[in-house]
């Protein structure tokens, strides 16, 4: 569905260049959810824009649909369906009007396109608000409206742009239930989100981008597995006074686990076996505020790839 072989994306020229993508390789199969995931400039942006064949490639290749979008750019928009971070709902239209039109802009016949209307009215589950204005909706119908507008045109390939940012839990689950209803149907999604455990619960397979770079590339278990350990223990000690309190603390303890990581107010241990570390860490005299053991997340191997800087 997608290829790409040294995939380059350069805004400006001469001493004023930026390189947003510096060489990547990716590739998506048929019927799979890929994610793109990464911090804020990592160029998962520029890497969908180019995808979606609205911005030219800078340099390397790539194929969509087994189509190059320099030369065939309009007949891989028509198979694609794009949801973009943003909504861009028609607010002086209804809920219905909003996806006839749009899908008129594809040449669908005017019945046909009533036909998909109600079908997607009814995949939303907004058959009951098609008659009402954007601007009445709630953040969780308008990201829906959105992907029903981007599936007029029966995609084959659907790019997902921070689908459920902005949304509360209860809506994130009602669209990852829409999302996972559509890949059976045999719908290839790819997906850029902030969000790890949305990650973990609808890819696949994913890279971590950063700096322009893939960093890392697998399913969610295999790169818990590469890149992290299969628990985590959390000691809390609070805010310290002193900056190298913590460090000190956690020289006490690194031989614990394979990575002990110091943050303001609490030390995280990665090991295989986090009750074993509470243990011997309370044999060495230390008393922490409180104490967790959890498994290993997404967000574990992302902030240990890309790091915990803020990045603007």
Known sequence: MILARGLRKTFGKGESAFEAVKGIDVEVRKGEAFGFLGPNGAGKSSTMRMIAAVSPVSGGELRILGMDPEHDGPAIRGRLGVCPQEDTLDNELNVRDNLYIYGRYFGIPKAEVRDRVDELLEF????????????????????????????????????????????????????????????????????????????????????????????????PRE??????????????????????????????????????????????????????????????????????????????????????????
């Open 124 to 219: 939303v589950s907004l058959q009951d608000k098609q008659r009402s204005k954007v601007e009445d909706l709630s953040g969780g119908m308008k990201r829906r409206l959105t992907i029903a507008r981007s599936l007029i045109n029966r995609p084959e390939l659907l790019l997902l742009d921070e689908p459920t940012t902005g949304l509360d839990p209860q809506a994130r689950h009602v669209l990852w239930d829409k999302l996972f209803r559509l890949k059976q149907t045999g719908v290839t999604l790819v997906i850029t989100t902030h969000y790890m455990d949305e990650a973990e619960q609808l890819c696949d397979r994913l890279v971590v981008m950063d700096k322009g770079l893939i960093v890392a590339e697998g399913s």
């Open 223 to 312: 790169l818990i597995a590469q890149h992290a350990t299969r628990e985590v223990a959390e000691l809390r000690f609070g805010v310290a006074e002193e900056d190298d309190h913590h460090s000190r603390i956690a020289d006490k303890i690194a031989d614990l686990g394979q990575r002990v990581e110091v943050l303001p107010d609490r030390l995280l241990v990665y090991s295989d076996n986090g009750e074993e570390v509470l243990a011997k860490a309370h044999e060495r005299g230390l008393e922490p505020v409180a104490t967790l053991v959890r498994r290993s997340t997404l967000e574990d191997v992302f902030l240990r790839l890309t790091g915990r800087t803020l990045v603007d």
